[in-house]
């Protein structure tokens, strides 16, 4: 068997394409959606991500605000901007590139986000509407996720799914939301981690195997069950150049389909930010035609 790759950036293109056709109707509406970015210091990793981000935007007809801020900003002038962005009622959505120095405390920037403008999802506020069922914006590449699942034809209702990772950027929040009760979702999920006893046991009993630990090529093919969907989320700099939490050659050869890295899930992260932020201004609008 030789897995079915599952195109990322083709995907991505299809959800960017009907993000820029609802862009398009809005300003039928009289509404010109806005993301603001924020980036602080000089990460090479973070500066090329936003910077694809915004010219994401630019092809989107997404009006974009650049904050390019120097590292040594403190956190009292950080929260200001972000308070001057949330008064602003042509910016829909903020994104706070993370992570931020290290004298700079990440929670409260991220709380510091109105909700109502939170375009990664990130905020405490929109987190318990997600595990609740209840919330319109989803972390972004959880949410890219189940897209590529769902336009893959992948079946996600009554799925083994397993979750390799827990971070609050993609493990939480993915399988909060695959086991909601609602289409492309209704699967029975296991979250692994550091502390998980024998990780090869669980993961071997996936239908749906999700890698988001953050090292090179963890996941190995005696870990994965013959006809198992695999989702690479990770992005790791290795002397060979780029490689996800999954060993791609050798477990493509077992897997049913799988992502690779790059061109799997990245690009789905910004097609999603893109779709938030749509979402975002249309809930902005006043009168019944929020949503």
């Known amino acids: 068997m030789t897995a079915q790759i599952i195109d990322g950036k083709a995907i991505a293109a299809q959800v960017r394409a009907e993000v820029a056709e609802e862009v398009k109707a809005l300003a039928a509406e009289g509404v010109a959606p806005g993301l603001a970015t924020v980036l602080v210091g000089d990460d090479p990793a973070s500066a090329i991500y936003v910077r694809s981000k915004r010219k994401a935007c630019a092809e989107a007809g997404i009006t974009a605000w650049d904050h390019d801020i120097d590292a040594a900003i403190s956190q009292e ?59 319109a914006v989803v972390p972004a590449t959880p949410a890219g ?41 209704n699967a029975t999920v296991t979250v692994c981690h550091t502390g998980t006893k024998d990780l090869a046991r669980h993961t071997r009993r996936a239908g749906i195997l999700v890698a988001a630990i953050g090292r090179a090529r963890s996941i190995t093919r ?51 930010l893109l779709k938030n932020t749509v979402a975002l201004a249309r809930a902005a609008m006043p009168g019944p035609r929020a949503g």
């Open 145 to 185: 996720v189940r897209e590529l699942l769902v336009r893959s034809g992948v079946e996600i209702s009554g799925a083994d799914v397993v979750v390799v990772g827990r971070s609050n950027i993609v493990g939480k929040p993915l399988a909060a939301l695959l086991f909601q009760k609602a289409d492309g979702a």
């Open 222 to 272: 005696d870990m994965v069950a013959s006809g198992a969907v695999v989702i690479d989320v990770g992005m790791n700099r290795t002397d060979a150049g780029l490689a996800g939490d999954v060993d791609f050659e050798a477990v493509r050869e077992v897997a049913a389909a799988i992502t690779p890295v790059p061109g799997g899930v990245g690009p789905m992260t910004i097609a999603m």
């Open 77 to 135: 002038e950080l929260l200001a901007l972000v308070d001057s962005l949330n008064s602003d009622s042509s910016v829909h959505g903020i994104l706070v590139q993370l992570p931020l120095p290290p004298h700079i405390d990440e929670d409260t920037v991220v709380e510091a986000v109105s909700p109502a403008k939170d375009a990664d999802g990130f905020h405490p506020f929109n987190l318990g509407r997600l595990l609740a069922g209840t919330g």
